[in-house]
T-cell receptor, first 116, second 108 residues
Framework: GAGVSQTPSNKVTEKGKYVELRCDPISGHTALYWYRQSLGQGPEFLIYFQGTGAADDSGLPNDRFFAVRPEGSVSTLKIQRTERGDSAVYLC??????????????FGNGTRLTVT | RKEVEQDPGPFNVPEGATVAFNCTYS??????FFWYRQDCRKEPKLLMS???SGNEDGRFTAQLNRASQYISLLIRDSKLSDSATYLCVANEDNDMRFGAGTRLTVKP
């Protein structure tokens, strides 16, 4: 079956521009996560959705970052007024939540964002 | 202080060697734990879950010590294909936090 799909795979934008990154999770997965990964670092948690609602957005670095999941499936991460420090690989993952909270994450291939 | 800490390595070992990675987590409420593997410029993939009693999957053994908030991964008989970065994950109520990863290179 289809895995987690992220588009675009690469995005180059100029400083100050607005970007949207899309994630299409595995069908039926209720939990969706966004992470950011810089070279040589592990994935840094940004936000976690349970259904349509953001269950935890404590990882969003500032108010330039926003994410939505209006129908509980596809999610969009939005970054306003991009800065060079936003350059990273943005990873999306989904999970089939079980009652014992022991569901592994399935990652997409990521979107490599470069802000020039 | 990071929530999940790992020795970044790199670990450079010959084929056939046994190698162990350690990970500590700061959130005592963490409920479940995992090891993920990440190849260069690829997405992380689940290697194995970590159970309180310890668990084994082929050449890989994972251990959990809740009292010390410590997780380990042991790889026996290392293969060239084991070369990757190994990420430790602690989970509380589906809040999944990753360590920075430990890089392993297995050499002929």
């Amino acid at each position: 079956g289809a895995g987690v799909s992220q588009t675009p795979s690469n995005k180059v934008t100029e400083k100050g521009k607005y970007v949207e990154l899309r994630c299409d999770p595995i069908s039926g997965h209720t939990a969706l996560y966004w992470y950011r990964q810089s070279l040589g670092q592990g994935p840094e948690f940004l936000i976690y959705f349970q259904g349509t609602g953001a269950a935890d957005d404590s990882g969003l670095p500032n108010d330039r970052f926003f994410a939505v999941r209006p129908e509980g499936s596809v999610s969009t991460l939005k970054i306003q007024r991009t800065e060079r420090g936003d350059s990273a690989v943005y990873l999306c993952a989904s999970s089939l939540v079980s009652t014992v909270n022991n569901s592994p994450l399935h990652f997409g291939n990521g979107t490599r964002l470069t802000v020039t | 202080r990071k929530e999940v800490e790992q020795d970044p390595g790199p670990f450079n070992v010959p084929e056939g060697a046994t190698v162990a990675f350690n990970c500590t987590y700061s959130n005592s409420a963490s409920q479940s734990f995992f090891w993920y593997r990440q190849d260069c410029r690829k997405e992380p993939k689940l290697l194995m879950s970590v159970y309180s009693s310890g668990n084994e999957d082929g050449r890989f053994t994972a251990q959990l010590n809740r009292a010390s908030q410590y997780i380990s991964l042991l790889i026996r008989d290392s293969k060239l294909s084991d070369s990757a970065t190994y990420l430790c994950v602690a989970n509380e109520d589906n809040d999944m936090r990753f360590g920075a990863g430990t890089r392993l290179t297995v050499k002929p």
